[in-house]
């Protein structure tokens, strides 16, 4: 049984930072290409930063120089480091397959940040 399980979020104030863990389990982890995605209500799902199997990254331009994507595969865990936050990254955060590589696995909780201006 697949299992993605984020965690770290928070309330953090306009212009701090987060670093957000996924935890993967049931699937060979180093095999797969990585996403994290965020959801703001009332907005769609959106695919934020992406890693590969390789660790080739990827980001949304509204994240672009602000986020950092990782991957410890000995852990089968990612990571996103958020900083220089803004009020606009509020949303649920999850972690799941990249949708141009893979099927979606079932989403997990997410993690909820949420940055106070």
């Known amino acids: 049984q697949v299992q993605l399980v984020e965690s770290g979020g928070g309330l953090v104030q306009a212009g701090g930072s987060l670093r957000l863990s996924c935890a993967a389990s049931g699937i060979i982890f180093s095999m797969y290409a990585m996403g994290w995605y965020r959801q703001a209500p009332g907005k769609e799902r959106e695919l934020v930063a992406s890693i590969s199997s390789g660790s080739t990254v990827g980001y949304a331009d509204s994240v672009k120089g602000r986020f950092t994507i990782s991957r410890d595969n000995t852990k089968s865990t990612m990571y996103l480091q958020m900083n220089s936050l803004k009020p606009e990254d509020t949303a649920v955060y999850y972690c799941?397959?990249?949708?141009?590589?893979?099927?979606?696995?079932?989403w997990g909780q997410g993690t909820q940040v949420t940055v106070s201006s």
């Open positions: 799941n397959v990249d949708r141009r590589r893979h099927t979606y696995f079932e």
